[in-house]
């Protein structure tokens, strides 16, 4: 390593590097991965069989099956809309534009209880727009796209606006049509910044717990998310449980997050 | 193919960048569009490109009115001063791209972009992203890209404005070299004079929105028809009302008839060419040119008097 060497050509930085990355993992192991660890450490406290049998309980089966299915169709729609959303703020220029772009921020503000307090007072059975979604799974559906709204308008729209305008003229001047220019141009600048803000939304949704548990009813085998069914295991002091289901939701997100990282490795090579 | 302009008119909000344009570059030639900055000369090239629309007028390529045509169906080569490269894309695919879009033939597409590959020298960079090259790398890779279509026009809007001098300098050669082989109408940006008058047979001289005057480099330099042309296109003293090129500012052994005196404020010796700066003895400052031997022979020094004789000179009405 070349580190002593560089020492003296560089600009020092405070305490060197050493301190620094030693002050990181140490932040991390505290913040990050002892918990984790801890979870999964509990969740095989009896062994890996009873881990495997309290993961194929009907009941945590169904709920992190309908956790993993509602988040995939959040990030389709997200991907869909949150890339539009993102594309009408930055491209277009209308009345109320400013207002709409505050708008987006508002799921992140908003407490996420009061989300869901919003939602089933507006969709609920009493709601005023004559539509009732609640304690069924579109409301599971509903209250997740409402909380992850922003993730990926956010992190789309720095990268549109950046985009340098004269690709698109250069294209079309050598014969590419609107759509062609989308394809071939804007879509694959943008798809960094799609794929992280789906993978924010991804995790977001696999673990959201405060807007899903007022409007969903929490109907055991029906609307009942993963975050949900381990917080019934722990009030019903079936810690084990809990941590089992824990460990498998940490594990679907683990993978995702590192299929989206080796995919935009491969990229980065190409 | 030629290309025409008539009577366009171009205004964004407030400001007239252009009124009243009708240019014509014959089919072929290497024509150049000079200006100062604003002075519309990149929009006139935008809109004969389709990338603007103009509010009023036509603009016709090979005789064909296109001026509703989006850019993609006019047949037309852009290259943009900051390259405007496609930087997910490796050279090779950038220059593809026109042949790609167009559905041809896959070892087509890849002899096309070897050969153009070898006329703007980038052979070996082939499989390299635009990030990896330098800039006059990346505007040669612009052009192959910009001709592989074979487009019936070229357009360049300031394309080595972006470059050190020495690049500049070798790009402009390259290009004249290029124009010569590929034979495309082709017509460019500058707000360089030299840069103009290097490279093109015509240059059309832009200011504020208008057209000044069209014309060999010659032409312009020696018959401006405006005061404009006249200070933009070479250097010029003012003298009361009169212009006069440095050049035509003589230093004498010896007064004579007609001639007047001027203090040595400063001279500069600049390899062949050495530039004297006067003060003349009413008061106007101006600039002679003259050769080494003529400067050796005057033994010119700060702070002396010599006979100056202003000839030719224009005066504007």
Redesign the interface.
């Known amino acids: 390593m070349a580190l002593g060497a560089a020492r003296g050509r560089r600009l020092p930085r405070p305490g060197g590097a050493a301190l620094s990355r030693g002050l990181i993992a140490l932040y991390l192991s505290l913040l990050v991965l002892l918990p984790v660890a801890a979870v999964v450490a509990k969740g095989a406290e009896r062994g890996p069989r009873a881990l495997w049998e309290a993961i194929a309980q009907h009941e945590a089966l169904t709920a992190l099956a309908l956790t993993v299915a509602v988040s995939v169709v959040v990030v389709a729609v997200n991907v869909v809309f949150g890339t539009l959303i993102a594309w009408v703020l930055v491209r277009d220029s209308f009345p109320g534009r400013r207002l709409v772009d505050g708008v987006i921020d508002l799921p992140f503000a908003l407490p996420t209880i009061v989300a869901g307090l919003t939602l089933l007072a507006l969709y609920g059975p009493q709601g005023p727009v004559g539509i009732n979604v609640a304690f069924t799974r579109g409301a599971v559906l509903l209250a997740l796209l409402f909380v992850t709204l922003p993730f990926v308008v956010r992190s789309v729209q720095p990268v549109l606006r950046e985009l340098d305008r004269s690709m698109e003229e250069a294209a079309a001047s050598l014969g590419a049509g609107p759509w062609t220019v989308f394809r071939r141009i804007i879509a694959p600048n943008l798809t960094p910044a799609i794929v992280s803000g789906a993978a924010l939304s991804f995790a977001r949704a696999l673990g959201e717990f405060g807007s899903v548990v007022l409007i969903t009813g929490n109907l055991p085998n029906r609307t009942e998310v993963a975050s949900v069914y381990v917080f019934g295991q722990i009030q019903s002091d079936n810690v084990v449980g809990a941590a089992a289901v824990s460990t498998s939701l940490l594990a679907i997100a683990l993978v995702v997050l590192l299929v989206l990282g080796l995919l935009d490795g491969r990229r980065r090579r190409a | 193919m030629a290309i025409e302009v008539h009577d366009v008119h171009k205004r964004f909000g407030d400001f007239a960048a252009l009124s009243d344009i009708c240019l014509r570059v014959e089919p072929g030639s290497l024509g150049a569009v000079l200006g100062p900055s604003g002075s519309g000369k990149s929009t006139l090239l935008r809109v004969i490109?389709?990338?603007e629309q103009p509010d009023s007028g036509r603009v016709l390529i090979g005789g064909r009115d296109v001026t509703r045509e989006?850019?993609?169906?006019?047949g037309?080569?852009?290259v943009?001063q900051?390259y405007?490269?496609?930087?997910?894309m490796t050279v090779r695919d950038n220059v593809a791209?026109?042949l790609r879009?167009?559905r041809r033939a896959k070892p087509e597409v890849l002899a096309r972009v070897d050969e153009l590959l070898a006329l703007v020298r980038l052979e070996g960079l082939a499989d390299r992203y635009p990030g990896q090259l330098s800039g006059g790398q990346r505007q040669r890779m612009?052009l192959a890209?910009?001709l592989?279509?074979e487009p019936q026009v070229l357009l360049l809007d300031e394309p080595f404005g972006a470059l050190d001098a020495r690049v500049r300098a070798e790009l402009r050669e390259w290009l004249r070299r290029l124009h010569d082989e590929v034979h495309v109408t082709t017509l460019f940006v500058t707000h360089d004079q030299q840069e103009a008058m290097e490279i093109s047979e015509q240059v059309v001289v832009m200011n504020e929105g208008g057209v000044e005057q069209v014309g060999t480099p010659r032409e312009l330099y020696e018959h401006p028809r405006t005061e404009f042309v006249m200070s933009f296109v070479g250097e010029v003293n003012r003298v009361g009302e009169r212009f006069v090129r440095p050049h035509e500012v003589q230093l004498l052994p010896q007064s004579d008839a007609g001639s007047r005196e001027g203090f040595i404020d400063r001279v500069l010796h600049l390899g062949f060419e050495v530039r004297v700066g006067l003060t003349l003895d009413d008061g106007d400052q101006v600039w002679s040119q003259t050769t080494r031997e003529r400067a050796d022979e005057l033994e010119l020094e700060v702070g002396q008097i010599v006979p100056v004789r202003l000839g030719g000179g224009r005066v504007f009405a």
């Open positions: 490109a389709g990338l989006p850019p993609q169906r006019r037309v080569g852009f943009f900051h405007a490269a496609f930087k997910h791209f026109a879009i167009r612009a890209r910009a592989a279509a």
